[in-house]
């Protein structure tokens, strides 16, 4: 996919036999709401921060999070927020853009 997304004008995804989107890239991933904040924590995780605005929040490692929210709902500094409202201290953060594989995925699973 990551080559279809740098060299493709325009994308089919299929679901199914039946064409649920075709557009160009950029299009396509503009269409993605869920943005991920990656924090690296001041200490073990020994349960995980919860809140309505996080769409998944996981262990990416020993004092490594990963907080998925969707960018139409909350921003980062809302994310980071409520984590530090839960007693973490944030060491080290950085964010990761949905890519053409997540908007496949989002697509494909809607339609199912």
């Known amino acids: 996919l990551e080559e279809a997304e740098q060299l493709c004008e325009r994308i089919a ?6 064409v649920i989107a075709t557009q160009p890239p950029r299009e396509l991933v503009e269409m ?6 990656v924090l690296t924590l001041d200490r073990d995780i020994a349960a995980l921060p919860s ?6 929040c996981e262990h990416a490692g020993e004092r490594v999070l990963e907080v998925t929210y969707d960018k139409d709902r909350t ?3 809302e994310v980071l927020a ?6 973490f201290g944030i060491v080290d953060v950085s964010t990761r ?3 053409l594989e997540d908007v496949f995925v ?3 699973s809607q339609a199912a």
């Open 32 to 37: 993605a709401r869920e943005k991920i904040v």
């Open 13 to 18: 995804i299929i679901n199914g036999g039946t």
């Open 82 to 87: 409520q984590v530090q409202a839960q007693g």
């Open 75 to 77: 921003n980062a500094g």
């Open 51 to 56: 809140h309505p605005a996080f769409v998944k």
């Open 97 to 99: 853009e949905a890519d």
């Open 106 to 108: 989002s697509l494909t």
